[in-house]
């Protein structure tokens, strides 16, 4: 069973910046596509960033330009850089396979304010 530990989420002002960091107790190969996936109160899960074995990034266009997902495969370890925050950004945030195939970990809160 693979568990997932998200960290990092805190308190920002708008325009702030915070690094979540995500630890996988399995291994995050490289033909495993990781992702960060965000859920605000009364809104479904999405996913806003997700980054190949090989380092290609994509982004929900929400976040473009905003944020940045990285990974070491060797440290089992996937990060989300972001940057300029806004409001809307506030949620509870994941990491996840893309395809959302491991169990869910509890996520850490995001909360900006203006």
């Known amino acids: 069973q693979v568990r997932l530990v998200e960290s990092g989420g805190g308190l920002v002002q708008a325009g702030g910046s915070l690094r979540l960091s995500c630890a996988a107790s399995?291994?995050?190969?490289?033909?495993?596509?990781m992702g960060w996936y965000r859920q605000a109160p009364g809104k479904q899960r999405e996913l806003v960033a997700s980054?190949?074995?090989?380092?290609?990034?994509t982004y929900a266009d929400s976040v473009k330009g905003r944020f940045t997902i990285s990974r070491d495969n060797a440290k089992n370890m996937v990060y989300l850089q972001m940057n300029s925050l806004k409001p809307e950004d506030t949620a509870v945030y994941y990491c996840?396979?893309?395809?959302?195939?491991?169990?869910w970990g509890q996520g850490t809160q995001v909360t900006v304010s203006s």
């Open positions: 996840n396979t893309n395809l959302g195939a491991w169990d």
């Open positions: 399995a291994k995050i190969n490289r033909i495993i596509t």
């Open positions: 980054i190949i074995g090989g380092g290609t990034t």
